[in-house]
């Protein structure tokens, strides 16, 4: 399996992780590309001597497959979020239903929300 790794990305306000920090996450994605085509990492780190967050985020296999990935996640847990809001607001227990996930401008399909009691 040929892997095209993506070079780390570093928040530009902190440049400098610790070196050891961004050695863990490319031995981690090393480890996991030998097992997955697709891996994405992101990580975090306080640094308490700028007073911020420094990241990093890399990944190995098909750039598309990845972004793909990373979308479908943002959705379901938007998706989570929202039915968890509407059902502290009383609404019950709902279900949102994505019914076009095509990202075509076709004015069709959209988010509905049921109610499931």
Do not use: C
Request: no cysteine; glycine share 8%.
């Amino acid at each position: 399996m040929q892997n095209q790794h993506s070079p780390p990305f570093m928040t530009p306000e902190i440049p400098k992780l610790r070196k050891e920090q961004i050695k863990l996450v490319e031995g981690a994605l090393k480890t996991l590309s030998e097992h997955f085509d697709a891996v994405h990492i992101f990580a975090t780190s306080h640094e308490a001597s700028v007073d911020g967050t420094g990241s990093v985020n890399m990944g190995s296999g098909n750039h598309h497959t990845r972004v793909g990935l990373i979308k479908e996640w943002i959705i379901r847990e938007d998706e989570r979020i929202k039915a968890d809001l509407l059902h502290r607001m009383g609404l019950g227990v709902v279900q949102v239903i994505e019914s076009d996930t095509d990202d075509e401008d076709d004015d069709e399909g959209g988010e509905n929300i049921e109610k499931v009691t």
